[in-house]
Protein backbone atom coordinates (compact mmCIF):
# COMPACT_ATOMS: atom_id res chain seq x y z
CA UNK A 1 0.00 0.00 0.00
CA UNK A 2 1.62 3.62 -0.86
CA UNK A 3 2.13 5.96 2.14
CA UNK A 4 1.32 9.46 0.31
CA UNK A 5 2.33 12.88 1.24
CA UNK A 6 0.22 15.55 0.37
CA UNK A 7 2.12 18.67 0.34
CA UNK A 8 -0.42 22.02 -0.01
CA UNK A 9 -3.81 20.30 1.13
CA UNK A 10 -5.28 23.23 2.31
CA UNK A 11 -6.15 24.45 -1.58
CA UNK A 12 -9.04 24.11 -3.98
CA UNK A 13 -7.24 21.08 -5.09
CA UNK A 14 -5.39 19.59 -2.24
CA UNK A 15 -9.06 19.70 -0.17
CA UNK A 16 -10.74 17.15 -2.56
CA UNK A 17 -7.39 15.03 -3.18
CA UNK A 18 -7.14 14.27 0.26
CA UNK A 19 -10.55 13.06 0.26
CA UNK A 20 -10.02 10.97 -2.87
CA UNK A 21 -6.37 9.79 -2.04
CA UNK A 22 -7.66 8.62 1.84
CA UNK A 23 -10.90 6.55 0.10
CA UNK A 24 -8.33 4.45 -2.31
CA UNK A 25 -5.77 3.80 -0.19
CA UNK A 26 -6.88 4.49 3.02
CA UNK A 27 -7.02 7.09 5.56
CA UNK A 28 -3.99 6.33 7.70
CA UNK A 29 -1.65 5.94 4.21
CA UNK A 30 -2.74 10.13 3.49
CA UNK A 31 -0.59 12.42 5.05
CA UNK A 32 -2.21 15.94 4.59
CA UNK A 33 -0.26 18.89 4.90
CA UNK A 34 -0.26 22.67 4.57
CA UNK A 35 1.16 25.79 5.65
CA UNK A 36 -1.67 26.84 7.75
CA UNK A 37 -3.16 24.83 10.45
CA UNK A 38 -6.57 23.60 9.11
CA UNK A 39 -9.76 22.17 10.51
CA UNK A 40 -12.51 19.98 9.46
CA UNK A 41 -12.44 16.86 7.64
CA UNK A 42 -8.93 16.85 6.68
CA UNK A 43 -7.14 16.55 10.45
CA UNK A 44 -10.38 14.28 11.30
CA UNK A 45 -10.06 11.76 8.61
CA UNK A 46 -6.35 10.86 8.89
CA UNK A 47 -2.88 12.41 9.55
CA UNK A 48 -2.20 16.24 9.25
CA UNK A 49 1.06 18.22 9.57
CA UNK A 50 1.75 21.62 9.29
CA UNK A 51 5.09 21.77 6.55
CA UNK A 52 6.12 24.84 5.17
CA UNK A 53 7.24 23.50 2.08
CA UNK A 54 9.79 25.97 1.23
CA UNK A 55 12.12 24.47 4.26
CA UNK A 56 13.20 21.38 3.11
CA UNK A 57 13.86 19.63 6.54
CA UNK A 58 10.37 20.05 7.93
CA UNK A 59 9.29 17.31 4.87
CA UNK A 60 11.82 15.44 4.99
CA UNK A 61 10.93 15.21 8.87
CA UNK A 62 7.57 14.09 7.84
CA UNK A 63 8.96 11.77 4.82
CA UNK A 64 10.91 9.88 7.69
CA UNK A 65 8.14 9.51 10.25
CA UNK A 66 5.40 8.20 8.13
CA UNK A 67 7.71 6.05 5.71
CA UNK A 68 6.30 8.13 2.38
CA UNK A 69 7.39 6.48 -0.92
CA UNK A 70 4.46 9.19 -2.86
CA UNK A 71 4.81 13.12 -2.98
CA UNK A 72 2.05 15.05 -4.48
CA UNK A 73 3.31 18.41 -4.71
CA UNK A 74 0.59 21.21 -4.45
CA UNK A 75 2.40 23.94 -3.30
CA UNK A 76 1.87 27.41 -5.77
CA UNK A 77 0.41 30.47 -6.05
CA UNK A 78 -1.90 30.99 -8.62
CA UNK A 79 -1.75 32.93 -11.85
CA UNK A 80 -3.54 36.04 -10.96
CA UNK A 81 -2.44 36.37 -7.21
CA UNK A 82 1.04 35.79 -8.55
CA UNK A 83 1.53 39.11 -10.57
CA UNK A 84 0.27 40.97 -7.70
CA UNK A 85 3.88 39.32 -5.72
CA UNK A 86 6.30 37.72 -8.43
CA UNK A 87 8.78 36.67 -5.74
CA UNK A 88 6.27 34.68 -3.64
CA UNK A 89 5.01 32.96 -6.67
CA UNK A 90 8.50 32.03 -7.54
CA UNK A 91 9.67 30.99 -3.95
CA UNK A 92 6.39 29.16 -3.12
CA UNK A 93 6.44 27.49 -6.42
CA UNK A 94 10.25 26.93 -6.87
CA UNK A 95 10.96 26.60 -3.82
CA UNK A 96 8.60 24.03 -2.78
CA UNK A 97 9.58 22.01 -5.75
CA UNK A 98 13.10 21.58 -4.97
CA UNK A 99 12.31 20.42 -1.55
CA UNK A 100 10.19 17.72 -2.85
CA UNK A 101 12.53 16.60 -5.56
CA UNK A 102 15.38 16.82 -3.19
CA UNK A 103 13.68 15.07 -0.89
CA UNK A 104 12.14 12.36 -3.13
CA UNK A 105 16.24 11.83 -4.22
CA UNK A 106 17.67 11.30 -0.71
CA UNK A 107 14.66 8.49 0.16
CA UNK A 108 13.46 7.00 -2.97
CA UNK A 109 10.18 8.32 -3.51
CA UNK A 110 7.73 9.46 -6.80
CA UNK A 111 6.39 12.74 -7.50
CA UNK A 112 3.67 14.13 -9.03
CA UNK A 113 3.64 18.13 -9.45
CA UNK A 114 0.45 19.76 -11.32
CA UNK A 115 1.83 22.04 -14.27
CA UNK A 116 -0.86 24.29 -16.25
CA UNK A 117 -2.27 25.58 -19.42
CA UNK A 118 -0.39 28.97 -17.94
CA UNK A 119 3.24 27.01 -19.08
CA UNK A 120 2.18 28.24 -22.53
CA UNK A 121 2.70 31.85 -23.82
CA UNK A 122 1.14 34.17 -27.04
CA UNK A 123 3.65 32.57 -29.20
CA UNK A 124 2.25 29.14 -28.59
CA UNK A 125 -0.47 27.64 -31.07
CA UNK A 126 -3.68 28.21 -29.37
CA UNK A 127 -6.10 26.01 -30.99
CA UNK A 128 -5.31 22.20 -30.77
CA UNK A 129 -2.17 23.19 -28.63
CA UNK A 130 0.58 20.03 -29.21
CA UNK A 131 2.40 18.31 -26.52
CA UNK A 132 5.58 19.46 -27.72
CA UNK A 133 5.69 22.74 -28.74
CA UNK A 134 6.77 26.18 -27.55
CA UNK A 135 6.75 27.80 -24.23
CA UNK A 136 7.37 31.48 -23.63
CA UNK A 137 5.06 32.12 -20.76
CA UNK A 138 4.56 36.31 -19.91
CA UNK A 139 3.66 35.53 -16.45
CA UNK A 140 5.39 34.30 -13.17
CA UNK A 141 3.54 31.64 -12.58
CA UNK A 142 3.81 30.28 -15.89
CA UNK A 143 7.62 30.31 -15.74
CA UNK A 144 7.65 28.58 -12.06
CA UNK A 145 5.50 25.94 -14.32
CA UNK A 146 7.66 25.22 -17.08
CA UNK A 147 10.58 25.38 -14.74
CA UNK A 148 9.05 22.71 -12.67
CA UNK A 149 8.55 20.85 -15.71
CA UNK A 150 12.04 20.95 -16.96
CA UNK A 151 13.45 20.12 -13.01
CA UNK A 152 10.87 17.69 -12.70
CA UNK A 153 12.56 15.57 -16.11
CA UNK A 154 15.79 16.34 -15.04
CA UNK A 155 15.33 14.69 -11.53
CA UNK A 156 13.84 11.80 -13.55
CA UNK A 157 16.80 11.59 -16.50
CA UNK A 158 19.63 12.64 -13.87
CA UNK A 159 18.63 10.62 -10.64
CA UNK A 160 15.78 8.32 -11.69
CA UNK A 161 13.11 9.98 -9.66
CA UNK A 162 9.71 8.82 -10.64
CA UNK A 163 8.38 12.48 -11.59
CA UNK A 164 4.89 12.72 -13.21
CA UNK A 165 2.69 15.60 -14.16
CA UNK A 166 -0.20 16.78 -16.06
CA UNK A 167 -1.10 20.14 -17.17
CA UNK A 168 -4.14 21.01 -16.11
CA UNK A 169 -6.50 23.81 -17.58
CA UNK A 170 -9.13 26.13 -15.53
CA UNK A 171 -10.58 23.57 -12.98
CA UNK A 172 -14.20 23.75 -11.77
CA UNK A 173 -15.08 22.78 -7.96
CA UNK A 174 -18.29 22.51 -6.22
CA UNK A 175 -16.60 22.24 -2.75
CA UNK A 176 -13.75 24.61 -2.45
CA UNK A 177 -13.93 28.29 -3.76
CA UNK A 178 -10.71 29.35 -5.87
CA UNK A 179 -8.14 31.18 -4.91
CA UNK A 180 -6.85 33.86 -7.62
CA UNK A 181 -6.47 31.76 -10.59
CA UNK A 182 -7.24 33.17 -14.54
CA UNK A 183 -10.04 30.80 -15.07
CA UNK A 184 -12.06 31.34 -11.95
CA UNK A 185 -14.58 32.55 -12.91
CA UNK A 186 -16.04 29.52 -14.30
CA UNK A 187 -16.83 28.55 -10.78
CA UNK A 188 -17.87 31.69 -9.38
CA UNK A 189 -20.56 31.89 -12.15
CA UNK A 190 -22.12 28.98 -10.96
CA UNK A 191 -22.03 30.18 -7.34
CA UNK A 192 -24.05 34.04 -8.63
CA UNK A 193 -26.46 31.88 -10.62
CA UNK A 194 -27.89 29.22 -7.40
CA UNK A 195 -27.56 32.65 -5.19
CA UNK A 196 -29.99 34.70 -7.54
CA UNK A 197 -26.72 37.36 -7.82
CA UNK A 198 -25.94 39.09 -11.49
CA UNK A 199 -22.43 38.23 -12.25
CA UNK A 200 -19.61 40.15 -13.48
CA UNK A 201 -16.90 38.45 -16.19
CA UNK A 202 -13.90 39.44 -15.21
CA UNK A 203 -13.35 38.15 -18.92
CA UNK A 204 -14.57 39.37 -22.19
CA UNK A 205 -16.63 37.45 -24.27
CA UNK A 206 -15.00 35.50 -27.13
CA UNK A 207 -12.01 34.15 -24.55
CA UNK A 208 -11.92 30.16 -25.30
CA UNK A 209 -9.58 28.43 -22.36
CA UNK A 210 -9.62 24.85 -21.28
CA UNK A 211 -11.47 23.50 -18.24
CA UNK A 212 -12.11 20.41 -16.38
CA UNK A 213 -14.54 19.44 -13.15
CA UNK A 214 -12.70 18.50 -10.52
CA UNK A 215 -13.54 14.91 -10.31
CA UNK A 216 -11.64 14.17 -13.87
CA UNK A 217 -8.88 16.51 -12.27
CA UNK A 218 -8.68 14.14 -9.24
CA UNK A 219 -9.22 10.78 -11.59
CA UNK A 220 -6.16 12.00 -13.63
CA UNK A 221 -3.41 12.85 -10.86
CA UNK A 222 -4.01 9.35 -9.10
CA UNK A 223 -4.31 7.48 -12.75
CA UNK A 224 -1.50 8.99 -13.96
CA UNK A 225 0.58 8.21 -10.81
CA UNK A 226 -0.67 4.38 -11.18
CA UNK A 227 0.27 4.59 -14.72
CA UNK A 228 2.77 1.58 -16.29
CA UNK A 229 6.15 3.22 -16.34
CA UNK A 230 7.19 1.28 -19.02
CA UNK A 231 4.51 3.22 -21.33
CA UNK A 232 4.84 6.47 -20.59
CA UNK A 233 6.85 8.39 -23.31
CA UNK A 234 6.34 11.76 -21.66
CA UNK A 235 6.64 12.64 -18.17
CA UNK A 236 6.48 16.24 -16.97
CA UNK A 237 4.04 17.21 -18.52
CA UNK A 238 0.94 15.83 -20.07
CA UNK A 239 -1.72 18.14 -21.90
CA UNK A 240 -5.10 16.91 -20.21
CA UNK A 241 -8.19 18.76 -20.69
CA UNK A 242 -12.48 18.14 -21.14
CA UNK A 243 -13.87 20.71 -22.42
CA UNK A 244 -13.38 24.33 -23.99
CA UNK A 245 -15.51 27.59 -23.93
CA UNK A 246 -15.99 30.70 -23.73
CA UNK A 247 -17.91 33.13 -21.12
CA UNK A 248 -20.87 33.24 -23.39
CA UNK A 249 -21.28 29.57 -23.85
CA UNK A 250 -20.82 28.88 -20.08
CA UNK A 251 -23.58 31.51 -19.29
CA UNK A 252 -26.22 30.12 -21.64
CA UNK A 253 -25.28 26.45 -20.58
CA UNK A 254 -26.64 27.96 -16.95
CA UNK A 255 -29.48 29.91 -18.10
CA UNK A 256 -30.72 26.24 -18.87
CA UNK A 257 -31.76 25.81 -15.34
CA UNK A 258 -31.62 30.07 -14.68
CA UNK A 259 -33.21 31.80 -16.99
CA UNK A 260 -33.74 35.00 -15.51
CA UNK A 261 -29.65 34.95 -14.73
CA UNK A 262 -28.04 37.98 -15.48
CA UNK A 263 -24.54 38.72 -16.66
CA UNK A 264 -22.57 42.07 -17.40
CA UNK A 265 -18.99 42.06 -18.61
CA UNK A 266 -16.72 43.63 -16.57
CA UNK A 267 -13.37 42.77 -17.34
CA UNK A 268 -10.20 42.38 -15.38
CA UNK A 269 -7.34 43.55 -17.50
CA UNK A 270 -4.79 41.34 -15.74
CA UNK A 271 -6.97 38.72 -15.86
CA UNK A 272 -7.39 39.14 -19.75
CA UNK A 273 -4.17 39.66 -20.65
CA UNK A 274 -3.26 35.99 -18.67
CA UNK A 275 -6.02 34.89 -20.88
CA UNK A 276 -5.07 35.77 -24.09
CA UNK A 277 -1.87 34.48 -23.85
CA UNK A 278 -2.99 30.71 -23.22
CA UNK A 279 -4.31 27.82 -25.31
CA UNK A 280 -7.98 28.25 -26.74
CA UNK A 281 -8.33 24.19 -26.09
CA UNK A 282 -4.92 21.24 -25.97
CA UNK A 283 -4.21 18.61 -27.90
CA UNK A 284 -4.48 15.51 -25.11
CA UNK A 285 -4.37 12.54 -27.60
CA UNK A 286 -0.70 11.82 -25.97
CA UNK A 287 -2.40 11.40 -22.43
CA UNK A 288 -5.19 9.29 -24.20
CA UNK A 289 -2.43 7.18 -25.93
CA UNK A 290 0.12 6.63 -22.82
CA UNK A 291 -1.99 6.32 -19.84
CA UNK A 292 -5.89 5.94 -21.06
CA UNK A 293 -6.89 9.76 -20.19
CA UNK A 294 -10.85 9.88 -21.12
CA UNK A 295 -12.85 12.15 -18.79
CA UNK A 296 -15.89 11.93 -17.89
CA UNK A 297 -17.57 15.54 -17.67
CA UNK A 298 -18.55 17.91 -20.42
CA UNK A 299 -20.00 21.12 -19.56
CA UNK A 300 -23.59 19.70 -19.40
CA UNK A 301 -23.24 17.23 -17.41
CA UNK A 302 -20.68 19.13 -15.20
CA UNK A 303 -23.52 21.75 -15.50
CA UNK A 304 -25.86 19.35 -13.82
CA UNK A 305 -23.80 18.43 -11.15
CA UNK A 306 -22.79 21.58 -9.89
CA UNK A 307 -26.33 23.15 -9.66
CA UNK A 308 -27.39 20.36 -7.77
CA UNK A 309 -24.56 19.93 -5.26
CA UNK A 310 -24.30 24.06 -4.88
CA UNK A 311 -27.81 24.56 -4.36
CA UNK A 312 -27.96 21.80 -1.30
CA UNK A 313 -24.53 24.08 -0.01
CA UNK A 314 -25.96 27.32 -0.43
CA UNK A 315 -29.67 27.01 -0.29
Known amino acids: MKKILIVGSGGQIGTELVKKLRATYGNENVVASDLRPLTGEIVETGPFERIDSTQIMQIVDVVKRYNIDTIYNLAA ?3 ATAEKNPMLGWNVGIGSLVNCLETARIFNCAVFTPSSIGAFGASTPHDNTPQDTIQRPNTIYGVTKVTGELLSD ?12 VRFPGLISNLTLPGGGTTDYAVEIYYAAVKGEKFYCPISKGTYMDMMYMPDALDAMVDIMEADPTKLVHRNSFNVTAMSFDPEIIYNAIKKYYPNFEMEYKFDPIRQAIADSWPNKMDDSCARKEWGWNPKYDLDKMTVDMIETLKKKLL
Open 77 to 79: ILS
Open 154 to 165: YYFTRFGVDTRS
